[in-house]
């Protein structure tokens, strides 16, 4: 079967932050989570209850937007004076970020430490995203493509090897950085990856079925590491 594309929303959308995603007509913030403290709101853990995300025991709802991180180019300078304009929208309680390999891992964690330190300074939860399918912002392969992802890689390639530019597997880098952020209360969750779909080829043909495979197994197989690591 041909189709236009293999996309996955449970490995992107479902957890996804909407960018300026406020309403003048319902309060983002409900009146339970204004009542905490900025240090109950900087220490505590965003947790699942049922359907419900809480922190420090009160209804949580995500309203935040998206920062590309180091994608956008941004200086030591210009990520914190964008922090600090977050922080003065009562309405930004979240950000979604990006920490690709191409950034950072085990043998330099500065760039995450320092987004971390910033989430907490002003008072953000992260969502922090571990991997892109289209390539953006990571190190070009040899022949100049970029790093989009196909179904082999959801199959064994995100195990087997390291990407060119990469020291390491897409798995054992996840296992770096949760081992290393788990008990860091500002990451509220972590995103597999942005936009997961799994063509056959990269024009875009793809067999829906053995796609549907790949990215469960995929996800199956990297949510128990997350939760081993941790």
């Known amino acids: ?22 309403s003048d007509a319902v309060d983002p913030v409900t009146a339970d989570l204004q009542e905490l403290t900025p240090a109950q709101f900087r220490d505590g853990f965003v947790t699942r209850s049922g359907t419900e995300l809480r922190l420090a025991g009160k209804p949580f709802r995500m309203v935040g937007m998206n920062f590309g991180g180091g994608c ?8 914190t004076a964008q922090y600090k304009q977050t922080a003065r929208d009562a309405h930004i309680n979240t950000v979604r970020t990006w920490w690709l ?47 989009f992802k ?8 995100y195990r087997n090897f390291g990407d060119p ?26 995103q597999l990856m942005n936009e997961a779909e ?15 495979r790949a990215l469960t197994g995929f996800a199956t197989d990297m949510l128990a590491a997350v939760r081993g690591t941790i």
């Open 101 to 147: 390999q191409a950034w950072g891992g085990p043998a330099d964690f500065s760039r995450f430490d320092r987004e971390v330190a910033l989430a907490r300074s002003h008072g953000v939860k992260l969502v922090v995203t571990l991997g892109n399918q289209w390539g953006q912002c990571e190190p070009l392969l040899p022949n100049g493509a970029t790093h």
């Open 165 to 190: 530019g990469y020291a390491l597997p897409y798995k054992k880098f996840v296992e770096a950085v949760v081992a290393r952020y788990a008990s860091e209360p500002a990451v509220a969750m972590f």
């Open 198 to 212: 799994a063509p056959d080829t990269a024009d875009g043909r793809c067999n829906e079925d053995a796609a549907a």
């Open 1 to 22: 079967m041909v189709a236009r594309r293999c996309l996955f929303a449970l490995l992107s959308a479902a957890i996804s932050v909407s960018a300026c995603a406020t």
């Open 72 to 79: 956008d180019g941004l200086t030591l300078e210009e990520q």
């Open 150 to 157: 196909l179904r082999s890689w959801y199959e064994h390639g």
